[in-house]
């Protein structure tokens, strides 16, 4: 099993930034990839970046040269930092995890609200 937590969402103007963190506990050594997910008002959740234990990154059009996905192992922490936000990146974020056995975990998400 492994739990996700979420945090550092908020509310921002256009233009500004954000970083959101999403820290893993329990069975932290079977997860090969980490990924963050938005479902904004009336969307369906779609995938923003993930990261691989080996640092490889992949981003979604929308979100790419803004978006930056990172993660440091020691601390079992993945960040999103999130530049030159949009009204259009407003959404909950989610946090997810996929395990070595091909199980995926769920964090409980954190609500980015960007303002015009």
């Known amino acids: 099993q492994v739990q996700l937590v979420e945090s550092g969402g908020g509310l921002v103007q256009a233009g500004g930034s954000l970083r959101l963190s999403c820290a893993a506990s329990g069975s932290v050594l079977s997860i090969n990839v980490m990924g963050w997910y938005r479902q904004g008002p009336g969307k369906p959740r779609e995938l923003v970046a993930t990261?691989?234990?080996?640092?490889?990154?992949n981003y979604v059009d929308s979100v790419k040269g803004r978006f930056t996905i990172s993660s440091d192992n020691a601390k079992n922490t993945v960040y999103l930092q999130m530049s030159t936000l949009k009204p259009e990146d407003t959404a909950v974020y989610y946090c997810r995890a996929f395990t070595t056995s091909g199980s995926g975990y769920w964090g409980q998400g954190t609500q980015v609200t960007v303002s015009s």
């Open positions: 990261i691989t234990r080996g640092s490889s990154t």
